[in-house]
């Protein structure tokens, strides 16, 4: 509501309308649903790094004569194997609460 209403409960203007894009994480269940994380992704240096550790691979088992699975159980099996990490780059850029209140 912070950001999503242009108009307060009281009828005043809403001066933190469209500040922020609010993206709800599926992840977030359980003891964790009232988080809530705030991240200035507007600048050019990002608060997290993302390294790429190996390009993706396209997997595909579906040669009888090399996958047990395809010959015996007639299964074709196909993925992406790839390598990655993720750390903090600018932790000033984010913030996060557990939503309890003080």
Known sequence: EIVELPTLPTGGANLDYGTAEVIVNPWLVGEYAAYWFLVDGSRPI???ILQRRSDP???ARDDPTTS??????????YGVYERKAVG??????AYGSTGAGS
């Open 57 to 59: 691979e396209w997997v």
């Open 88 to 93: 903090y780059l600018y932790w000033q850029l």
């Open 68 to 77: 047990d699975t395809v010959f015996k159980e007639n299964v074709f099996v």
């Open 46 to 48: 990002k608060p997290f």
